[in-house]
């Protein structure tokens, strides 16, 4: 940002006793400079020169004084009305060249001359919506802490508003924020790009977040987003039986490759982690039977006592400064589907559909299996074994309930167990 000063010409002092004082733009070592008032040198602060050596002026409420106020009423007088209009002139130059820098407009001598000859470069002063939310990301990262993962859904999103605006020439800004935006929207992502109705969910999600940020609201006074109104679909819940689990835990595999890939999801069929989480782990990271981590998505550590299994697991891969074999999330999810499809996990699931106009479908268990199913397991086995929410909620790193939610499955035989307990009248 260019330096702007002002100085009094002392030399030019008319019969009035007053002199112009003139705004200098120090730019590409090129001083450009203006006559914005006319003063008496003998109130305008002589530590001025000292001052760009180092010496910070007088300051009054945080704002610098340029002219000594006198005891003179009359005087007085003149030294509020000059520190006015130099302060009110420096934060209308501050505020084009921060607009210009906004805008990719080069600030050159050329535009700091005709700005002081009343012509500005053309700004626009509305905020463009995506650079505002290019700031939202950058805000949410250093002022509010958001970790990796969950900005990474704010960019997915904003990546996905761009592409709708070039597809349909709709274009986003902060006027058109309504309703008929929403619905077209809406016909986008579910009608022509065919996703589903939680992914459709999850972008008016986050919109809404933005438009609720303190960032937005510095550009944004609507409310018409307060109507954008969808509810997410509880899929089909895909999850490993105990038996399942115990039969894959013990199948014996020809190929070390799925052998592998079987360790890697028991262990976390039997912790809870993520695939974030235990891709990160390594032997400092157990102490006796207790498993210590730091949640990646949540920044918190938990510990966890390790079963029988899990402790097995580990032994296996004891020689190596990991705890579990490395692999890419592609392979694991292509090698856990033909693992345990050789360890026979086949019960036939059907799969509500998520999607517009979408239909249900059977599916043999085992093509349904991946990553994410690991943490489901481990979460409904806690359920059915009667943990308490809380206590799953911590040991799943689970902050809250509507989340916890998604990993749930109460069936028939333990509704009917539960029921049992209520007794007689």
Not at 269 to 290: F, H, P, Q
Request: with cysteine.
């Amino acid at each position: 940002m260019p330096n702007i000063t002002f100085y009094i010409d002392e030399k030019n002092t008319g019969k009035d006793g007053k002199a112009p004082i003139k705004a200098n733009v120090t730019l590409n070592y090129k001083n450009i400079t203006k006559t914005v008032a006319r003063g008496n040198p003998k109130l305008w602060y002589r530590s001025q020169r000292n001052y760009i050596k180092g010496t910070p002026p007088r300051r009054k409420n945080n704002i610098e004084q340029y002219v000594v106020a006198s005891r003179n009423p009359n005087l007085q007088t003149e030294h509020e009305e000059v520190n006015g209009i130099l302060n009110d002139f420096k934060e209308e130059l501050s505020q084009y060249f921060y607009e210009c820098q906004k805008e990719n407009i080069d600030i050159t001598p050329k535009l700091v001359r005709d700005y002081f000859n009343g012509k500005k470069a053309t700004v626009d002063t509305k905020k463009d919506f995506f650079k505002a939310w290019d700031e939202y990301v950058d805000w949410g990262k250093i002022s509010r802490g958001k970790k990796k993962n969950t900005t990474k859904g704010i960019e997915t999103t904003k990546k996905l508003l761009e592409k709708f605006e070039e597809k349909t020439g709709y274009k986003i800004t902060f006027e058109n924020i309504d309703l008929k935006l929403y619905e077209r929207l809406k016909l986008y992502v579910l009608d022509e790009l065919g996703y589903s109705f939680n992914y459709f969910a999850g972008t008016v999600r986050r919109l809404k977040s933005f438009l609720n940020s303190e960032i937005a609201k510095k550009y944004y006074r609507g409310t018409e987003h307060k109507k954008f109104e969808v509810k997410e679909v509880t899929g089909t819940l895909v999850y490993l039986t105990n038996d399942e689990l115990s039969k894959l835990y013990r199948h014996k595999f020809e190929e070390e490759k799925y052998a592998k890939v079987r360790d890697i999801f028991v262990f976390a069929c039997l912790t809870g982690l993520r695939i974030s989480d235990w891709k990160e782990l390594n032997r400092a990271n157990v102490s006796g039977d207790v498993l210590i981590r730091r949640i990646k998505k949540t920044g918190k550590d938990v510990e966890l006592p390790l079963l029988p299994e899990a402790k097995a697991i580990l032994k296996k891969y004891r020689h190596q400064h990991r705890l579990l074999p490395k692999i890419s999330e592609q392979k694991f999810n292509l090698y856990i589907k033909e693992a345990c499809r050789l360890a026979k996990i086949k019960t036939p699931v059907e799969i509500d559909p998520i999607r517009k106009n979408g239909k249900k479908k059977v599916y043999p268990k085992h093509q349904l299996i991946g990553s994410h199913v690991a943490r489901k397991t481990f979460v409904t086995g806690m359920v059915k074994r009667g943990f308490e929410i809380q206590l799953i909620k911590e040991f799943a790193t689970i902050s809250d309930e509507r989340t916890l939610k998604r990993y749930l499955h109460i069936d028939t035989d333990l509704k009917r167990e539960k029921l049992k307990k209520f007794g007689k009248l």
